[in-house]
């Protein structure tokens, strides 16, 4: 990549779209100076990649259920990824479990937005699973990929407070607010060459992430 190359992201979905939609918002809107190379899908029927062809982007869609096995389909999909030269992949709602030769082929350079603030709560349903505990808040993490499952190094957190009378799915709208406005940032951090993966630690601005950066949405509704 030069000096004056815009970075190429290409973006991996399996659903809905809205997160993918709001990094394709900050892209036009100037708050994020990358460019949407791609966009695949291992569902063809993803609302995804509507929202993908709605901003001019070509959707791919790479249907997991046409291979033999988990292997074969992430060669497949390395394949189709490497043909756009991205500097960073990024999973918005990509429901795989990718193998470990996938992950290692992209290590450093492909994150993950997870629905609860890591490590609390890795895998599914998360937003369940804060409610039964009685947990005062939960919110969003941007991570860097590794080959543990939502185990990378989290370099970026947004927060909403649970309130009383909350259900899963009124919770979830929320915390999703709060992954719109995280992942854009993120990513520009990535593309502006200030957030890297060192070993097994996140580095911004040359510096070592003992934490990862906190937001607090507590106060009123996230924005961009």
């Not at 993918?20 to 036009?28: G, S, W």
């Not at 937003?127 to 939502?150: I, K």
């Not at 979830?172 to 957030?195: D, K, M, Q, T």
Request: glycine share 8%; charged share 20%.
């Amino acid at each position: 990549m030069t000096n004056t190359a815009t970075p190429r992201i290409v973006v991996l979905v399996s659903g809905e779209g809205s997160n993918l939609e709001a990094i394709l918002d900050a892209v036009r809107d100037g708050r994020l100076q990358a460019r949407v190379a791609a966009v695949i899908s291992n569902r063809p029927e993803a609302n995804a990649l509507r929202r993908a062809a709605g901003h001019g982007i070509a959707g791919e869609a790479l249907d997991h259920r046409a291979y033999v096995s988990r292997e074969a389909f992430d060669e497949a999909l390395a394949r189709a990824i490497d043909a756009h030269r991205p500097e960073l992949v990024v999973l918005a709602g990509f429901m795989r479990i990718l193998t470990p030769a996938f992950v290692n082929h992209y290590l450093g350079r492909m994150l993950n937005i997870h629905p609860s603030l890591l490590p609390a709560y890795p895998g599914l349903h998360t937003h369940a699973r804060a409610l039964a505990d009685g947990a005062e808040r939960h919110g969003a993490s941007v991570h860097f990929v590794t080959a543990e499952l939502d185990g990378g190094p989290v370099v970026l957190q947004g927060w909403v407070p649970i309130r009383t009378g909350d259900t899963p799915e009124n919770l979830a709208s929320r915390v999703l607010e709060v992954e719109h406005c995280l992942y854009p940032l993120a990513i520009g951090w990535f593309v502006a060459g200030r957030l890297r993966l060192d070993g097994k630690r996140a580095t911004l601005d040359g510096i070592p992430l003992e934490r990862p950066w906190q937001l607090d949405y507590g106060a009123e509704a996230p924005h961009p």
